[in-house]
Structures are given as C-alpha cells and as structure tokens.
C-alpha cells in the first residue's frame, strides 16, 4: 500500500497541499495540489483541506492497477510491445514529466520497432529475448551505462505485469545485466576556466556559465534558481528549484519543478563574493528591463537567468550558444555539464576533500563523487609515491649484502 503524507504550504497567497509518497517503484514523489484557499485568516479550513486531499490521492493510488486498452482476458494475445506503450500511459500521471520523457523516448523508439518485428507476446517473453536485444543494442554501437536504462524500464514494466496477474515473474529478472562503464569526466582546469570567463562576459548566458563553473551546478540547476532562493543578507543561495526541457508526447517542453534530482542535490550554499556582485548587477538590470518592457516583461516568476525582456533561458539554447562561444574563441571542446566537473577537479588541486565535494556538488552518496573524479584526484596519491620513490631505487649499483649473502646461502 502506497502512503500519502502532506504539508500545508504557501505559494502566491495560496494555501497547497504538497503530497509526499513513495511510488511502487521506490522513488519519492512530491506534488503540489491547491486548495484555491488564500493565506489569510484560512489557515484552519486549509488544514482540513489538505487532509482532504492527502485521503482521496492516496485512495487514487492505491486503487486495483488496470491495464486500459488491452484484453487482459485473453492474456496469451497480449504483445510484449503493446504492454511497453501501454507500461507507458500508467506510469505517465505518476511520474514527473522528465522522468517520463525518459522513459518514453527508450518504449517508444529501440525497445518497440525490435520487439514489435519480433512478435513476441508478453506471456511467451524469455530471458533470452531480453538478452538478443541487449546483444542488438550493443552491436549498434550503445555503451553499458545506456543500455542499464534499457534494462530499468524493461524490468519496471514486467514487474507491473507481474503485479497485475499477467505474468508469473520476471523474465527480466533472469539475464545478465549490462555492465556499466567507468565514465571519465572532461574538464576545463584554472587558465581554461579563466579563457572561458572573458569569452562569455557580454554574452546572454554569462550567469549560468558562471553558476555552473563556481557551484558546479547543473544546467537545470543553474536556471532554475530564482531571486527568493538568494539571500544577500545571510549570504546563501539555495539550491531548490530545476528548469529542464525536455520531449512529451511529440511535443518539446519546458518543465519548471520545485525539486531537485534527489534529496542530496537539495543544498544551501554560500554566496560567494564574486558571484554576490554579478546577481547584485543582474538584478539592477532587470528592474531596468521591467520599466522598459513595462507589462510586456515576462519573468512573473522571479528567475534569475532570464531573457532581456525576462523570459527563460531555455537549456537547449543555452547548450548550444555554449558550444558556439567555445567554436568562436578557439577553446577546447566541453559539454556544458563539464563545467560542473571543472569545478569538482579545481576543488580536488585545492586539496578540498572527496567528502565535501560531493555535498557542494549535491552527489546522493560519497561513492558517486569518488567514482567520477578519483583519477583526477592527483594530490591523494603523491604520498604514496613519495614512499615508493625514496624505497626503491634502480639507478644505484647493486651490491650483495651479508644479509643478501646469507639468505642466498
């Protein structure tokens, strides 16, 4: 059974519910529901309220899982293929939209055209099925780490059909996972960064270049903060709120939400000197652009990385304008995301430790971040060979020892 939890919280002089529960597959879900009640002298009526809505979604959740648009009656007729895009509508209200793009884009490309032209059906589907289309993936050329993603939402939608009675277990259950390469970050080091620093200093994505580079944040990160998550006074910036855009139904869209992609990512760091400049700058700017654009300005929403006339960013300008800044000044070639390790490898030379790095990055767990940046993690080892080096010298001559002598005796 699915549990609900709420909070009664305020947004825009309206009371919410914000609901918190862990879906079947273990993942914890926030939504945010209004009660149409305002702030003032409400907050008794809004309590009830959210109880309200609190019991009725977690009644949702836990009714009887169906499976809409296929004969369930005629369980050996059902298509493997069929179940994936159907997989696909269920999950769809459950999840946040960027997980279901995600989700979407694997089920309804690779996953459907190989299975559908195998004609298999869900009832008949073999480990072996399962391993042929890995072993396909990996013959087109798709490394390890994608492939796992292939295998997560396969192993998803047979559980579901597990849980629904259509399947007995999971043949997802019985293969050989893909084994997922070490990935090897790219990243710009002090004199880059600095290059990069002059390269984008009148330039429209000045601001998250340098939120990335300082805070190692990531792109979605960088956008979406907004000017209430920056406090000049305590000098702190919050890292709470995400920008991304991403496909749904054919459709590219931009999706705001008040969550980070996990718990860990969800951080409050200090405002640093230099940064403090450039929003206390941006800001002034856009009250400026407030009075020329008048009610045309857009950014009702109070983001800090916005357009002159106050609309987003959208991420996939940003990345792009990025890749043409680095063309144009002749720089090394990086992803955007590579900012983020830029900053985690010039924290690393500091002599910052693995520990506290991976709580500024907002890593889930110290094993991620050791994962990523042990190789660039030079000062750890020079002990190390420092011991090696005055223990063991070729370049002098070798002598035997009356302890040598003795032990060859």
């Not at 290059?195 to 300082?214: H, N, Q």
């Not at 709470?240 to 996990?262: C, F, M, P, Y």
């Not at 929403?301 to 043409?324: A, E, M, R, W």
């Amino acid at each position: 059974m699915i549990t609900v939890t709420a909070t009664l919280q305020q947004k825009k002089n309206i009371y919410y519910a914000v609901l918190y529960y862990k879906d079947e597959f273990n993942n914890i879900q926030r939504k945010w529901i209004s009660t149409k009640l305002k702030v003032k002298n409400n907050k008794k009526i809004a309590e009830r309220k959210v109880e309200e809505i609190r019991h009725e979604y977690e009644k949702t959740l836990n009714e009887k899982p169906t499976i809409s648009g296929l004969d369930i009656n005629n369980k050996a007729n059902i298509k493997f293929c069929d179940f994936m895009i159907n997989w696909l509508d269920i999950i769809k209200p459950r999840v946040v939209k960027t997980t279901y793009a995600g989700y979407e884009r694997i089920i309804k490309g690779k996953v459907y055209n190989y299975f559908k032209k195998l004609d298999v059906s869900l009832k008949d589907l073999k480990p072996y099925h399962i391993q042929d289309f890995y072993t396909e993936l990996y013959n087109l050329g798709l490394k390890g780490n994608t492939i796992l993603r292939y295998h997560a939402n396969i192993r998803k939608a047979l559980q579901y059909a597990v849980k629904c009675e259509l399947i007995l277990t999971n043949p997802a259950d019985k293969i050989d996972k893909p084994k997922k390469e070490q990935y090897i970050a790219t990243y710009y080091n002090k004199a880059q960064l600095n290059e990069l620093f002059v390269a984008i200093k009148d330039t429209s994505i000045k601001l998250p270049v340098l939120l990335a580079s300082y805070y190692g944040l990531r792109r979605s990160e960088a956008l979406g903060i907004k000017w209430d998550a920056v406090d000049f006074e305590n000098k702190t910036i919050i890292i709470r709120h995400t920008i991304s855009q991403t496909k749904v139904d054919g459709t590219l869209q931009i999706v705001a939400e008040d969550k980070t992609k996990n718990q860990s990512s969800y951080r409050t760091l200090p405002l640093i000197p230099e940064i403090e400049e450039i929003l206390l700058e941006e800001k002034i700017n856009q009250e400026y652009n407030k009075k020329v654009f008048k009610k045309s300005y857009l950014n009702a929403d109070g983001y800090v990385c916005v357009n002159t006339d106050g609309s987003i960013l959208k991420p996939d300008y940003v990345s792009h304008k990025f890749n043409q800044i680095l063309k144009d000044n002749s720089l090394k070639p990086i992803r955007f995301h590579d900012l983020r390790h830029s900053c985690a490898s010039l924290l690393l030379s500091n002599k910052v430790s693995m520990k506290d790095i991976q709580i500024w990055l907002g890593h889930s767990s110290y094993n991620t971040t050791a994962n990523i940046y042990t190789h660039v993690d030079i000062e750890s080892k020079q002990n190390s060979a420092l011991v090696i080096g005055n223990s063991l010298n070729f370049t002098e001559p070798y002598s035997n020892s009356k302890e040598d002598e003795e032990m060859e005796l």
